[in-house]
């Protein structure tokens, strides 16, 4: 997914040296990128051309929306391949029960775990446990993790769209003192 990368040195995002910031603009860009646009305090955006004034990196807000969808990336049981559709991941067929050493053909959604055909008997008389055959079960959880993904993602659109609007008041606010700054020193 692209937009889990700088979109101008296309490394992936992540919490370090390619965090993604926002830009004036209300591009996205990685920490890495921006440190190296910044010319004598000027940084000029290389998707829209603007240009505004930036000392330092941290003079641009970190893009907290899209650093939460790394993260759900990142702690989910999913694997994303660019071209792909979304995998999540299951027993396989040479995985067996450590109690009875049978395959493993259920899950079991209030333990989160594997079982065998011979501990759902015993499984499913626990208060609270729903349980469903492998296939069944990581249809589910595909369903759940699309869900998760679409309302990160939906989050993250808020977000960034919260960020523009508040820069672009910023902006605003600026060239009104700036304004009244030349009127006063006429």
Same mark, same amino acid.
């Given at each position: 997914?692209?937009?889990?990368?700088?979109?101008?040195?296309?490394?992936?995002?992540?919490?370090?040296?390619?965090?993604?910031?926002?830009?004036?603009?209300?591009?996205?860009?990685?920490?890495?990128?921006?440190?190296?646009?910044? =010319?004598?305090?000027?940084?000029? /955006?290389? $998707? #829209?051309? @603007?240009?505004?004034?930036? !000392?330092?990196?941290?003079?641009?807000?970190?893009?907290?929306?899209?650093?939460?969808?790394?993260?759900?990336?990142?702690?989910?049981?999913?694997?994303?391949?660019?071209?792909?559709?979304?995998?999540?991941?299951?027993?396989?067929?040479?995985?067996?029960?450590?109690?009875?050493? =049978?395959?493993?053909?259920?899950? /079991?959604? $209030? #333990?989160? @775990?594997?079982?065998?055909? !011979?501990?759902?008997?015993?499984?499913?008389?626990?208060?609270?446990?729903?349980?469903?055959?492998?296939?069944?079960?990581?249809?589910?959880?595909?369903?759940?993790?699309?869900?998760?993904?679409?309302?990160?993602?939906?989050?993250?659109?808020?977000?960034?769209?919260?960020?523009?609007?508040?820069?672009?008041?910023?902006?605003? $606010?600026?060239?009104?003192?700036?304004?009244?700054?030349?009127?006063?020193?006429?």
């Amino acid at each position: 997914m692209d937009f889990l990368e700088c979109k101008i040195c296309h490394v992936p995002y992540d919490e370090e040296n390619h965090r993604p910031r926002n830009s004036p603009c209300g591009h996205e860009i990685c920490t890495a990128c921006v440190r190296a646009l910044i =010319k004598y305090s000027i940084f000029e /955006c290389p $998707k #829209c051309r @603007m240009k505004n004034k930036v !000392d330092v990196v941290d003079d641009l807000p970190v893009c907290f929306g899209l650093v939460d969808v790394i993260r759900a990336f990142r702690t989910t049981h999913i694997s994303l391949i660019k071209g792909t559709e979304l995998k999540v991941s299951g027993p396989t067929n040479e995985e067996v029960c450590n109690v009875h050493g =049978k395959a493993i053909s259920h899950w /079991c959604f $209030k #333990c989160q @775990m594997w079982i065998c055909k !011979d501990c759902l008997k015993s499984h499913s008389s626990l208060i609270g446990c729903s349980t469903a055959i492998s296939t069944k079960a990581m249809k589910i959880m595909k369903e759940k993790t699309m869900k998760d993904i679409d309302l990160l993602l939906t989050t993250f659109e808020e977000d960034t769209d919260n960020a523009s609007s508040l820069l672009q008041d910023h902006k605003d $606010k600026k060239k009104e003192l700036l304004e009244k700054v030349e009127l006063h020193d006429k």
